[in-house]
């Protein structure tokens, strides 16, 4: 399994980005599939998840600014991240798992199983 990020980047609060997880290896579908992020001293939080079924969940910290999305056609997820803050700045990972819920895996404190090197947003003030 293999995950690649893209999209990173540095903005302006208030700016927008749209990061792009594009997976191979294995039947995209049948995995649920996230996003995550790591700031700097801070630990890693779980953003935003897409389970097999197609049933979606974000963290409180970005509902209404940030939409998950997946292009099954060619096995890429997206994030899409509007209202940006500075307090979004951090390393954002694409983590894909064989189990039915990202939102379950998240809850039970299971690391998913596969992960991306990652993608770096900066937002400035």
């Known amino acids: 399994v293999h995950l690649v990020e893209s999209g990173g980047g540095s903005v302006q609060s208030g700016g927008s980005l749209r990061l792009s997880c594009t997976a191979s290896g294995y039947t995209y579908r049948t995995y649920c599939m996230g996003w995550f992020r790591q700031a700097p001293g801070k630990e890693r939080e779980g953003v935003a998840f897409?389970?097999?079924?197609?049933?979606?969940n974000y963290a409180e910290s970005v509902k209404g600014r940030f939409t998950i999305s997946q292009d099954n056609a060619k096995n890429t997820l997206y994030l899409q991240m509007n209202s940006l803050k500075p307090d979004d700045t951090a390393m954002y990972y694409c983590a894909a798992d064989p189990r039915p819920s990202m939102t379950t895996v998240q809850a039970l404190g299971v690391t998913p199983l596969f992960w991306g090197q990652g993608t770096q947003v900066t937002v400035s003030s």
């Open positions: 897409i389970d097999d079924d197609g049933t979606i």
